[in-house]
């Protein structure tokens, strides 16, 4: 089945800073990508996806990038701040069936003033 | 707020016992998924219905099992509930059953089995 490896673990970044998180996956029919961000005791929030027909994504200050290839995508969070402070979740849809997602193991993330 | 929400927030139990957390996804919602968060495991994915009917089933334990009632609103059901139990359980909804399509979370519920 898919598994999803997620690096680093921890992230501290200094306001302003540009944090990048990492993810591959195992299978190759996987074809959406979405990250999640967590504050401590609430529910996942989805904050951007992509699909396999596109290589780029960019929502404000967030981006995402797919290497089909070398089956990887990372998250970009540009000019951070505080509030970005939290745990983020990237995931992969698994070709079982397509029906769910499979999620990396989070990295937490703290932006320092 | 997602639209999806949970009952109850927390639930505190003994071993040996049996409880049900309700999901009612948001409006127009037809597909519900169950997760299990712990510290040891992360986010893991429990199972899926969609319109009634499951759909996927992932590592969910024969004690545990699930359902989708007519007004599309789904109960988990634990039983012979064990101190491994204890975690974050979370709901989601999407609009149709592929995963392409977003899922939403529910705020969870605290499961504290003593």
């Known amino acids: 089945g898919e598994n999803v490896e997620q690096h680093p673990s921890t992230l501290s970044v200094q306001e302003g800073d540009s944090a990048v998180i990492k993810c591959t996956y195992s299978?190759?029919?996987?074809?959406?990508f979405p990250w999640y961000k967590q504050e401590l005791g609430k529910r996942p929030q989805l904050i951007i996806d992509?699909?396999?027909?596109?290589g780029e994504k960019k929502d404000q200050r967030i981006a995402v990038t797919l290497n089909k290839t070398a089956k990887h995508f990372s998250l970009h969070i540009t000019e951070t701040q505080p509030e970005d402070s939290a745990v983020y979740f990237c995931a992969a849809n698994g070709s079982t069936g397509f029906q769910k997602l499979v999620f990396g193991t989070g990295t937490r993330l703290l932006v320092s003033p | 707020d997602s639209g999806v929400t949970q009952t109850p927030k927390h639930l505190i139990t003994a071993t040996g016992q049996r409880v049900t957390l309700r999901c009612s996804p948001r409006s127009g919602d037809l597909s519900v998924y169950w997760y299990q968060q712990s510290l040891d495991q992360g986010l893991q994915f429990l199972i899926q219905y969609y319109n009634g009917e499951e759909r996927a089933k992932g590592n969910i334990l024969e004690r545990f099992s699930a359902q989708q009632f007519p007004d599309l609103h789904s109960e988990l059901n634990l039983s012979s509930l064990e101190l491994g139990d204890s975690a974050l359980y979370f709901c989601a909804s999407s609009v149709a059953a592929g995963v392409t399509y977003e899922q939403y979370f529910g705020p969870g519920t605290r499961l504290t089995v003593t």
């Open positions: 992509i699909r396999s027909n596109v």
């Open positions: 299978d190759s029919a996987s074809n959406y």
